[in-house]
């Protein structure tokens, strides 16, 4: 595999996609294009965008019998990249829930970057690697007001007398492809969240294009028994999305 060094390597100006394969197929492959395409525009940058038949075409070509998978692509000035990886979630980890914790970095909710999954990655990366080291699943990132906004590769939704709220998208977040899912398919109250509001909610669980919908057993402290509305969702996103044990 040939890669050109330009500012996408130099200076993480770039974009990229994590697509879950379910035997062979891109779940949501559509949105995920539209999203990687708009940031190409939103960025401003000179690129041809992605389309479907670059994907597939890669995907015939890099076929085998395995149910589940990743696709990544990967997008800069001078590169195309598609990759697989192995899927690694386990029905262990939806039966368990993540425990989170709450990152010391502030998320900057007045970069563009914050907005789009683009190669500036490195404080999801560094934060979640933390938080496992400190027994954690998932940091939760605040911004610098203190709001609620994401976790470092998931989006966050709080339950409280069974109504759904979530961080709107002002507070410094990315608009996740299974976030949009959820708030398109249920009453979801967008709104700025605090700490003490999150730590407060009856239950609380996180979406991301890989695992999908799950639940949550505890944010460094607090302990939350309830994950009753986080499994009815992914009961129904099971159904719509072929994403299936």
């Given at each position: 595999m040939l ?18 394969l ?10 995920h294009l539209?999203?990687i ?20 075409q ?9 149910e ?48 789009h999954?683009?190669?500036?990655y ?5 934060e ?23 976790g ?61 919908i799950i639940g ?30």
């Amino acid at each position: 595999m040939l890669i050109e060094l330009d500012e996408g390597y130099s200076f993480g100006l770039g974009l990229f996609e994590t697509i879950l394969l379910y035997k062979g197929k891109p779940v949501f492959l559509d949105k995920h294009l539209a999203r990687i395409n708009k940031s190409i525009v939103d960025l401003g940058w000179n690129i041809k965008k992605i389309e479907k038949d670059e994907v597939f075409q890669y995907l015939d070509n890099n076929k085998n019998n395995f149910e589940y998978e990743v696709l990544k692509i990967v997008l800069s000035e001078k590169n195309r990249l598609f990759l697989k990886r192995e899927y690694t979630y386990t029905e262990k980890d939806y039966q368990k829930g993540f425990s989170l914790n709450i990152s010391e970095v502030k998320r900057n909710e007045t970069s563009i970057f914050t907005f789009h999954k683009t190669l500036n990655y490195g404080d999801n990366s560094l934060e979640k690697r933390k938080s496992k080291k400190l027994g954690y699943d998932e940091p939760i990132f605040l911004n610098s007001k203190n709001q609620v906004t994401e976790g470092a590769t998931s989006n966050i939704f709080a339950v409280v007398r069974d109504k759904i709220y979530t961080p709107k998208l002002s507070c410094g977040l990315l608009n996740g492809i299974v976030r949009q899912y959820v708030i398109s398919n249920y009453n979801v109250i967008e709104s700025e969240i605090d700490l003490e509001f999150l730590k407060n909610s009856d239950e609380i669980f996180l979406t991301n294009s890989l695992f999908g919908i799950i639940g949550v057993n505890s944010l460094e402290d607090k302990i939350f028994k309830s994950q009753k509305i986080s499994k009815e969702i992914f009961k129904n996103y099971e159904k719509n999305s072929c994403y299936r044990f």
